[in-house]
């Protein structure tokens, strides 16, 4: 990579290895995200997407290779620490508090007083649902809603990178738009690497790529490229991910 | 034939190599009180050979008592802090029956052949198989609760549970048969079988019953069930998907561990001719526990070495240290814990490469050839 | 049935089952009785509740099964009992004791410039280890030749010789301070050594930011006052306190329990536990090798007896009370209670239990801890990934439930028998509690503690009419929680897993 890559990267993750236990998840790991923009991590159940969001995050730090956000080195740091250094993380599943109200949750996630009060427009702007709800306990929320709430937080403290893992998994069509419309706005904030199952959202917002198979990185690109490469998707995506043409026919019935 | 396929070194002579360091062990131990009449040529019924063999008597009992603990947490990866039930219920059993039972029917009736008294060898089995169905069901009183309940809960529930028989074992209410809080004393014996009078009987009889306890348990562990209950520990849901029902085997497990220390229970009565509330209490079980954590878990051979350690160092940290010794053992309790978490024996065998390495490079420095 | 109505069905249900059970106690008990034995039980299920908060909370946010609890709810009686009787020995190595954590506490100071500095990696690893060692010298060579068992010794104190005699008597005497100054000194250095250990020196994974160094260096320097005037007062401030009304020398004894169970709570996390959370089966263990050492030390300090603490000069007064009024008022030793006669010193027990709910209530709803320990109850992974530092909140977590139980002990200490074994009855009770109230859930502790605390008094009041011995009603409280476990395994207020 050179240098002046370097100058426009936010994050840059270097041949990283992970082990959860003895099991060795992540062989190699490399990508790079540029600030501000939107970076999509593809790949298949499984390959290690989740995992490598967690080893950046300190969750489960990678035992070898290099992390470099911001121009810091922040592998083998406590994850509160990364954290704090203005990274935000939206969890799979709506890892949301559900013993705690929404209002809390989101008072959870500030890192200096007044970070909620600062940005609760914005949020509730983006997610009007969640002024009408912040009363609610987590767990009387629907799904959707749960979804937005778990972005909601991340947005609290002013994050320069937020990590987001499969916003749109089992949530109904018409809310995978709303949450696509959200990370759009989201990305003329912050930068954000992004983990998606879903193709279609993937090759709409995404400006890059990087493709996990089997815990090593296989290819990063443009966006662009690869959807033009339906060769490509096939074999690392697996015959589940729509050729383009299907992919244009989607697009058009859903405008 | 088929077991030899899947053992390859069995037959006596396998069984001795596999084994041996537990053989030259019981070797030492039967030469051991001649041995040490010899050395101080004080008679074998008395002065210090009389005490050591008291102390390894203790040692091999509570080493069959701490390797029925191991079955539980070492192979069944189950904690209870209610194993002292079984091992008080036992020694309770055993004084109760002799003390209140044995003596009406002896007064009464006494047949004997030659020299066989064949009623006090009826009762003596009698007593026994009382055992043994006391510690049956207090295993299944543990383990029906196991049902339910798994980990922390399950442990915090045998600590009740274990707790409540210790409070019954004391209570005022059945005085005139348990004697309460001093517990019961001057538990008639046979001649043969009293420990004052004769010692090295009984040290033969708690060293038998040490070898046939350790055969018997290293035979089940190694048996199909045993492997059966270890896969438990590892991954119960699994082994609900292939077809084995986790509780069948955890009963199993929670009963010969009952059993075994129900014996370990009625042999520590007859040998101090007592059953006290200590033998129910959970300071019992834990005591098993640092036994069984000490020398390794999941090894059997390690809570051998454990109790060895605890009551034969235990002597001399008397000496040394004075009544407060057992500060002294939690301490180092903690640091195991904390540096040695698989046991002397268990840390002995994850090293045992790098050890047999380290000797070899030690005997290369003397050989000549490279 | 849809689950609302069948919520309010069981709460409908449990409602009216507990009413009918209440009332066919005071039928059957009769009015006075029932009264007595009712406060009886709130006062057990007070105690109950301090020891089960603790352990229940401990549980719930770090899946930590606290067995140390029992023996830490006995330290907290030995130290408050200890500074309510003799305070030579609290006062004679709390200079030493403040002098090492003001050591320590400049860890935050040093840290920052230790790990920059360059050297070796051989360096890296002996370097601390030598400064382990050292601390570990300086420490011994600190404690040599003090007298601790001399300073520990106290007599038993008879409960009727409690206002009258000489309150001096149990004064042991101590070094003067020329010989003594070089304690707390050796004391802070063991201390600087441990920070300097601790602060990893060269490490480059480590993380410290570069702060301004002021505001850390207010702990430290508070310590370092304290432990200068803690040295200066020594031998003659535990005379003071003796000669000190009785009211505010026992509230500052449950302020010291609290204190260092607190600490002793925050020690024992920040050293023996944490290294262990990976493997957790063996914090049980490692809990209970603690509490056998605890036991044992004390035991080494005041020998295994009994002890009794006289009761503060509020309660102290032989009489009895008309109302709350005459009671504050002359500090009688009972009270009239609708007819029956009760102790004050148990009132205040009930109180002090209502005191720490209320402190929960408003700790776990209204404060942003309460927040995290909420949330960390259900996952703190993600607690952490939100950047709150959870091992922190582990430590402060621990340290609580510690000073809960420490507060039992010593709100314990003037009705029971101090002893070494006075923790274990609480921990087994405790852990029932737990049970029935669902682990994790402190509503739950309080609940659960309510109704073992009735079921043991009014256990205790039918033996004693049927003519058996309250063992029995000890033992039959285990019928309870089965019964619960039964119909709801993950307890009443338990989430279900």
Redesign the interface.
Known sequence: MSDQNNQQDLLVVDQIHTFIGQFHILESVSLSVAKGSITVMLGRNGAGKTTTLKSILGLTPPREGKIIFDGMEIQGKRAFNIANLGIGYVPEHRAIFRALSVLENLKLAERKKGDFDRNADFIFNLFPDLKRLYKLPGNHLSGGQQQMLAVARALVPDNKLLLIDEPSEGLAPILIQQMMEAIRVLSEKTTILLVEQNFIMASQLALNYTIIDDGKSVQSGLMADLVNDPELIHHYLGASIKTRKELEMNHESQD | MAEKMIKPRSGLKGFIKKEAIFLIFIAIMIAFPFVLNIITGTGLNAGITKFWQGQLITFFIMAVFAMSYDLLIGYGGI?SFGHAASFGGGAYAVALLLKHWAPNILSNYRITIGNLDITEATVLLVVFLVVILVSVLIGLLFSA?SI??KG??F???T???G???H??S????FHKWTGADEGLHGVPLPVWLNPTQNRLTVYFIALGFLLLCYLVMNRMVNSPTGRVIVANRENEERMRMIGYNPVIYRTIAFLSASIFAGLAGALYAIWNMSATPTMTS?VTT?NA??MT?LGGMGTLVGPIIGAGIMQIIGQFFYTWFGA?W??V???L??LI??FL?YGIIGTWRLRKSSIKNNIQKFFRLFSKEK | MNPRTKKILTLAISVVVVIGVIFALYLYAGKEPFIRTTLSGLTLGSLFFLVAAGLTLIFGLMDVLNFAHGSMFMLGAYMGWQLYTNPTFIFGLLPTILAFACGVMLTTVMKPYLIRWQISEKWQNALPKIAYALALFAAIVGFLGLDILGLAKTAMVAMTTSTAGNPLSEISSQEPLSVYWYRPLLMLISGLLVAFAVSKPGDKTEFAPKEKVLPKLVIPLVLLILTIVSTLIRESAPETLLLMNGNWRFLIAILLAVASGFLFGAITEMTLIRPLYVRSFFIVLLTLGLSYVIRELVQLLWDPLAYQMSRPPLFAQSGKAANLLDWLRNGYSTIDISGVTFPTYRLFVIFLGIVMFIFLILLMTKTRLGMIIRAGVQDPQMVEALGINVKKVFTVVFAMGVGMAALGGIGAGPFLPIQPQMGDQYLMQGFITVVIGGMGSYVGAFVGALILGMARAFGDYFALKLSLSPALAEASTVIIMIIVLLVRPQGLFGKKE
């Open positions: 904690l609760t339910r309940l922390a809960y442990a915090m529930l600590l009740a549970l707790s409540a028989i409070i019954l004391k209570a005022t209410d959970t834990i526990l640092i954590i407060r057992p500060l053992f939690g301490v309790f903690v814990v904390m978490p």
